[in-house]
């Protein structure tokens, strides 16, 4: 059973490029969460979706950031002109979708490393 | 908020040597805890949870006792090796609302042979 699959696993954008960056979660679950690493420090979370719907952006930045997972296909986070301080590990993570408590253990993704020049 | 606090690191052990790394946190309700740990250039892998309170959680050797009269789960090990060495990450679930996580700031492990 394949884990959590991100791509690209490193990509470079000059300041005011679009980056994209996409995500697929585990056969079999529904449940996608975006997370962002800046250097040395811990996880923040960004944003909580479901097939086709948006559950929680409270982390994600007003502008420039959207989110989407699609009934087909992976799910994306883009960042419209990117800016030097969006440079950072982006983390996406799955969790499967049958029961309530099943929903406790989310996988991660080996994450997406934007670098902005 | 819910909130998280890890002892900073870096924690720097020989091999073979006990290893704590301490975790509390804040949050209302009951809140699940867990340890993920982090290789270097790679995701997060989950290493231990505990769902509730006087749960323990283990793996590998790890466990983490969930203690709600202290707010903690601290992570131990009773002999480390250098295989160990990486990033530790604390993280919580609030028991209320949606299924983010919320992690502390991670605490790197160097083990030396």
């Known amino acids: 059973n394949a884990g959590v699959m991100q791509n690209p696993r490193h990509l470079v954008r000059r300041r005011g490029q679009e980056a994209r960056l996409r995500c697929s979660p585990m056969k079999g679950h529904s449940h996608v969460y975006w997370y962002r690493q800046l250097p040395e420090e811990g996880l923040k979370f960004m944003v909580y979706?479901?097939?086709?719907?948006?559950?929680?952006e409270s982390g994600m930045p007003k502008e420039r950031f959207s989110a989407e997972f699609p009934k087909e296909g992976p799910s994306i986070l883009r960042i419209q002109q990117v800016v030097r301080g969006d440079s950072a590990a982006y983390f996406c993570?799955?969790?499967?979708?049958?029961?309530?408590?099943?929903?406790?253990?989310?996988?991660f993704g080996p994450g997406t490393r934007l670098l902005v020049l | 908020g819910d909130s998280v606090t890890q002892m900073e690191g870096p924690v720097t052990l020989s091999e073979e040597a006990f290893l704590t790394i301490n975790c509390t946190y804040t949050a209302t309700g009951y809140p699940s805890l867990f340890w993920y740990v982090q290789y270097p250039g790679e995701g997060l892998q989950l290493l231990l949870k505990a769902t509730k309170a006087d749960d323990k959680g283990s793996n590998k050797g790890f466990e983490a006792t969930y203690r709600k009269e202290t707010t903690s789960f601290h992570l131990e090990k009773g002999s480390v090796q250098v295989s160990d060495s990486a990033v530790y990450f604390c993280?919580?679930?609030?028991?209320?609302?949606?299924?983010?996580?919320?992690f502390g700031a991670g605490t790197r492990l160097a083990v030396h042979p």
């Open positions: 993570a799955s969790s499967p979708s049958r029961l309530a408590w099943a929903q406790e253990t989310q996988y």
């Open positions: 993280a919580l679930k609030g028991s209320g609302g949606y299924n983010k996580l919320i």
């Open positions: 979706l479901q097939k086709e719907n948006i559950i929680d």
